[in-house]
C-alpha cells in the first residue's frame, strides 16, 4: 500500500496495490493495520456510496462537528473525481489551507480525509460511483457546510459556477467564516 502525504501532511493518499491478470485484477482496499501504521487508528463505524450521473456534480464542502466529527477514507469505484479537503481546525498551521487529489476507478487511489476537515469533490466524468467510509454515523444536528465556491478559499474547482451541478442545499450554504469556530478545543 503505497502513502503519501499531500500538501496537508495529516491528509494521505492510498493507493492499495493490484495484482491483475487476463480475468481482471484484485486489490486490498482497506487494512486496519497498514493503516495504522500511517497514524489513521480511528474505527471506521459506517459505508457510504454516492453516485453522480453527469460530469460537473459538485458536492461539499461538508463535515460534521462535535459530538459526530467524522473522519473520511474516500475512493472512486467508477468514473473520476477532484477531491478536497480543506482545514477547519482553528491554531492548525494549515487553517484554510486546501489539499486535493485525482482520483479515479482506475487509478485506485484513496483519500485520507482527517477530522476538523471540509470535504468536497466534483465528477470529472459522468456515471461516477464514491465510495467513502467515516469515522463516526452520520449526524443531522452535527453536519454543517461552507459554499463550494467562497472567495476566501478560492479553491480551483475543475468546473465553471455556471456548469457545476448543485443540490438545493449546497447553492445556499454559508461562507468560510462560519466555520472559524466549529473545531475549536
Known amino acids: 500500500m503505497k502513502i503519501e502525504r499531500l500538501s496537508i501532511p495529516d491528509v ?13 485484477y484484485f486489490s486490498e482496499t482497506y487494512s486496519a493495520p497498514k493503516l495504522a501504521q ?3 487508528t480511528l474505527p471506521f463505524v459506517q ?5 453522480s450521473r453527469q460530469k460537473g456534480t459538485v458536492r461539499g464542502l461538508h463535515c460534521q462537528v462535535a459530538p459526530r466529527v467524522q ?15 480543506v482545514d477547519a481546525r482553528p491554531g492548525s498551521p494549515s487553517f484554510g489551507q486546501y ?10 487511489s484513496q483519500i485520507w480525509v482527517p477530522p476538523g476537515f471540509l470535504h468536497g469533490f466534483c465528477t470529472l466524468e459522468p456515471e461516477t460511483e464514491v465510495a467513502y467510509k467515516v469515522t463516526d454515523v452520520y449526524d443531522r444536528a452535527s453536519e454543517r457546510a461552507v459554499f463550494w465556491r467562497d472567495a ?23 461562507g468560510w467564516e462560519a466555520a472559524a469556530d466549529w473545531f475549536a478545543v
Open 12 to 24: 494521505l493518499l492510498i493507493t492499495p496495490p493490484r495484482f491483475g491478470d487476463d480475468r481482471g
Open 38 to 40: 500511517a497514524g489513521i
Open 47 to 51: 459505508d457510504n456510496q454516492s453516485f
Open 71 to 85: 473522519g473520511k477514507l474516500v475512493r472512486v469505484l467508477r468514473g473520476a473525481i477532484w477531491d478536497v479537503a
Open 99 to 108: 489539499a486535493a487529489a485525482t482520483l479515479t476507478g482506475d487509478n485506485g
Open 152 to 174: 476566501t478559499l478560492a479553491l480551483p474547482w475543475p468546473v465553471a459556477e455556471a456548469d457545476a451541478l448543485l443540490s438545493d442545499k449546497d447553492r445556499v450554504l454559508p
